[in-house]
Structure formats: C-alpha cells, structure tokens
C-alpha cells in the first residue's frame, strides 16, 4: 500500500523539526551551547515571571527607602527574586534538574561500568551542557601505554584529543566512520567519538641477526646483521621543517585496522616488523638468480687482491668469504614497483637497507656435498676475470707499469753514468748522451709497433737533445 504524501506545509514543518531535533540533539559544541542556553534560559525566564508574579506580596523594608537611587530599587527588586513565595516553586525545580542529572550519571557509571561516580557525573555534564571537556594527550603509538580508564578512551567525546609531534591517532563514531588526527595542540571529538589506535609516524629500526633465503635457481643465501628502517607511507609529501612527519591518512588507517589477530589478541603494527625484514629479504632474493646476485657486489672488491702490487685474483678466498653489498646501492634495489606496492598496501614504506654480510651456501639434503654454490660462484668469478682482463682499465695499467719499468731504467743507468764520472762538464755531456739515446731508442721501437704510439712533440724534443749534445761537445766539455 503506498503511503500518501504530506501536504507541501506539513512537510516543511516536518523538515523544520528534524533539522531541530538534529541540532538540538547534536553530539558536538554546537549541540551542547544550545542545550545549556535552553536550560539557563528556561530556568531564568520562569524564575523571572514567578517573581513579576509576586510582586504584589512583596512588601518593601522600610530600610530601604533610606538608601540612595538606584541603590534601594535595585537591592528591593534583587529581593524579590528570593521572596519564600518565589522560592517556594524554584527549589523543588532545581532539586529535580540537580535530582535528574543524579539518577543519569548513576544509569551512566552503571551501564558503563565505571569505577568512579564522579567519573560518570563529569562526563554527563561535558557531555550534555558542554562543561568540563576532558582532555587527553597522545604522546605514543601505543595505545595500550596510555590511561585506558580516561573517559576518551573508556566512553569516548565529546573532548579534546592533544597529539604530539611525530604521531597520529585515529577516532572512530558511533556509525564506526573513522577520522585521522594527525599532530595538532588541540583537536575536538565528538560526542561517543572513540580513540581507535594511536600510530607513531616517526622512523622505525628492526633488526634481525639472519636471514635464511633461496636464489630464482636454488641457492641459499644467508643474510647477516640486517637492518630496515620503515615509516609510515607518506603518500608521496617530502619532509620537510613544518612537515616533519608526513604521512598519508589511508595509510594511518591501514595500520589501525590491519593488526593481526593472534591467540593474545590484536597485535601491533610495529610488533610485526621483524617478520616484515625476513619476508623482504626472502623476496629481494628470491627474484635473482646466483649469478645476478652476485653481480651486486662491487667487482674489483669481490674478484681482485692486492699481492705483491700486482692485482691478482684470490678465486678459494673469493667463493668462501662474506659478501657485502653497499647500503645505498641495496636499498635502490629494494625500492622496486612491486616492493612498493606490497609495503604500501600495510601502510608503510622503506627508509634504507643494511646488511651486514651476505654468505652464500647450498640448500640441499643432508647427504649432498654443499659445493654447488662455490661451484656457480667460482664459474662466475672466471667469467668476471676473462671480463677483467680484456676491458681497457687492465690494458691500460699495463701500459702504465711498463712505461714506469722503462722510466726506473733509464733513471738507474744515468745514475751509473753519473757516478763513474767525476769531471762536472763530461757528466752534463754524459748525461744529455744517455737521455738522447733513451729517448730515441723508445721512439723507434713505438714506430715499429711495439706499445702505444709515441706522444707528438717527441721529435722535437730528440732534435733539441741532440743540439744541446753538440753545443756541449763544441764548448769543449768544460
């Protein structure tokens, strides 16, 4: 059966008295100034008219028309207002509005629970006329760590809620509609507003002493002392001085709405960061193969050693030593798409990676050799050294060795020369000679294609030789 609808007036005053209703009943500041202007002014004005009202038996002190206007009319008229036959109505009708807020505050600690009447009595009144709002302070991320009999928390608003830098705090209403606070000196919340969890916004260091994990191609690799720093996802906001701590409110959510529950109950967000470093790892590992894993390592520190100043490669050293990888260089590595997709769907993100060690093993049975892993990582280190050996940086040092034996050659025979003379003018003489001829013995072995070709200006610098030889030879050697 189809309901008949109201008449265009009748509707309109429908709408007006729900809009009241609403803002009478509102579970805000709003609602609560008016419900205590109502009481006041309604208490006020029938105190008012009860005393327009007895006037006529009111007698006037005959002390009083002695004192000076408007001295006189005013204490006279101020008496009227507790004349017995004013006061007579107005005392039974305190008593029944301070009776009734009684009665509701015992209901209240009743239903509630509340240890402490007063408790119940102060929240009646913040709540219904706006009187005494109670005040929490958030200074960490865990709920738990704060006054859990606080009226915010045990009963919910209307209140303020103090957030401290480097938090966030999450309030849910009654329709279970939540709101994020993030750090602020004073927030209000409203009436059955509940402090849902708390969140710390701030860095947050884990470590764990090893990681066991499996390359793409059956590998075990151990990685040793690692630390991860998360944070709160921050929804792309740099930080900066007036925003420290940025944060993204769908992420703060998540946290507060996505503990684990386990046989203790929820369990924190930050309780869960250990096992989040150890499923991070597992994945970084689990996507590489020995071969791409190892070609993380710096090469000259894995595959080169100095011995005897020639750079050689230790190959058993190589295969059994810790591994590391730099910090900077590991954590570019971790900020993958997907790894950011998979941290940001728990609300958080990766500040920076640092392992200590990464030691490479074989995951097999008990009864089989663990020699496989060497056995990739020395192939691979053949691979690097053939690499090593024919890239320009090795020729080149080689080139640059061979031309300092040649320099400590020539330097070695002209200090001979020098020595067996000991005329001043033969051993200038001598001494241009032997650089002459130097000189230009390495120039013709350069021409005839033994190492690289020889620098321009040599030449000349022969031709220059040769002049100052014979200006010397023509001044008689003195």
Known sequence: MRQQALPRPAQTVRNVIGMGFD???????????????????????????????????????????????????AIDLGGAFFAPGVLIHMVPLAAGLWLGNRIAAHYLSDLLELEQ??????????SLIGIGYDVLRVDTGELGSLDLKHPLISIGGPGYLQVNLGFAAVVEDIDGIPRVIGPSASTFIHGFERLRDAVDLRDQLRN????????????????????????????????????????SEEAVRRLAYGQAVTEEGPRKWTENLKDLVSREIMAFVSDLTIEEFMALQPTRELILGERGGS?????????????????????????????????????????WVGVGTWEVGYRGGADEPETL?????????????????????????????????VARALFSKMLDEWQGIEAA???????????????????????????????????????????????????GGA
């Open 23 to 73: 803002i009478l009943l509102d579970r805000g500041r709003r609602g609560a100034n008016l419900r205590m202007a109502l009481v006041l002014g309604s208490f006020a004005l029938a105190w008012t008219l009860l005393t327009l009202g007895n006037l006529q038996n009111v007698t006037a002190s005959t002390w009083l028309t002695a004192l000076p206007f408007p001295l006189g009319p």
């Open 117 to 126: 009447f007063s408790v119940a009595a102060h929240y009646l009144r913040a």
């Open 208 to 247: 764990v002493d090893e990681v066991r994990a499996v390359t793409r191609d059956g590998i075990e690799i151990r990685a040793r002392e690692v630390q991860m720093v998360f944070r709160v996802f921050s929804g792309g906001k740099p930080r900066s001085l007036a925003d420290p701590y940025p944060y």
């Open 311 to 351: 750079m050689q490669i230790d190959r058993a050293a190589s295969t059994t030593r810790p591994l590391h990888i730099p910090r900077r260089q590991l954590t570019e590595r971790f900020h993958t798409p997907e790894a950011r997709r998979r941290l940001q769907d728990e609300g958080l993100e990766l500040a």
């Open 373 to 405: 892993g060497e056995t990739l990582i020395g192939a691979w280190l053949d691979l690097q050294r053939a690499r090593q050996a024919h890239s320009p940086e090795p020729m080149e040092d080689k080139g640059i060795q061979i031309e300092g034996e």
């Open 425 to 475: 003018g033969s051993r200038c003489q001598r001494m241009l000679t032997v650089l002459h001829e130097s000189l230009r013995d390495l120039f013709v072995q350069r021409l005839s294609g033994q190492g690289d070709a020889p620098p321009a200006g040599v030449r000349a610098a022969l031709d220059h030789l040769a002049q100052l030889a014979r200006a010397q030879e023509a001044g």
